[in-house]
């Protein structure tokens, strides 16, 4: 998130390597891009659905929010795995995985159900963010039926496939993949009101 409001989140799409594609642009770039542009979220995933296939699957949310006025908001959602990007998200709570966003699995339904209770809670920020925290590092396994495989895990390994089935994905064997986030609690103070 820039220090003017304007935010980016990334995924990757779950996917076996055969699926991939290779010698592929780099995903991170994504995010830091819009941060740095002008553009509206809408236009934006515009430029980036064009060249969209010449990355490895993802999920992007880029967004404005003006500071102050959290009814000045602006969301788009684009999955280059899918035909279309969301423009103009609609207000509620949604949730980003590695498919498509809200994707009905098991842990992507408790973890709304949790954030709702969270925000929705009687207490301070600070706690707030640090019960956000905790159920971002949440490692309990919530197993899904077919629903959770697809053709784009032909080749996956089973206990690999099963790493993904928590809200934090921890893969022993992969450290560099995994869930990534960042605390925020140093950076909200008692007297913030929006959450």
């Not at 929010?65 to 999955?79: H, I, K, L, R």
């Not at 035909?83 to 509620?92: A, Q, R, S, V, W």
């Not at 009687?122 to 495989?149: A, C, G, R």
């Not at 032909?154 to 605390?183: M, N, W």
Request: aromatic fraction near 10%; proline fraction near 4%; charged fraction near 30%.
């Amino acid at each position: 998130m820039s220090i003017n409001g304007r935010i980016g989140l990334l995924t990757n799409y779950r996917q076996s390597e055969k699926f991939m594609k290779h010698g592929a642009k780099r995903r991170g770039k994504l995010v830091t891009d819009f941060l740095k542009s002008g553009d509206a979220p809408h236009k934006y995933l515009e430029k980036v659905k064009e060249t969209g296939k010449d990355y490895k699957g993802f999920n992007l949310i880029v967004g404005n929010v003006s500071p102050g006025d959290s009814t000045a908001m602006e969301f788009g959602y684009y999955c280059n795995q899918e035909n279309e990007p969301f423009d103009n998200l609609k207000p509620g709570v949604h949730a980003l995985s590695n498919r498509y966003l809200d994707y009905e699995w098991k842990k992507v339904s408790f973890g709304k159900e949790r954030f709702q209770e969270i925000i929705k809670r009687k207490s301070s920020v600070k706690e707030k963010v640090n019960s956000l925290i905790e159920m971002l590092q949440d490692e309990t396994k919530y197993p899904d039926d077919e629903l959770f495989l697809g053709p784009q895990d032909d080749g996956i390994s089973q206990s690999f496939l099963e790493s993904f089935t928590a809200i934090s994905v921890l893969i022993t064997e992969h450290p560099s993949c995994g869930t990534r986030y960042v605390k925020l609690h140093n950076c909200f103070s008692e007297s913030a009101s929006d959450l």
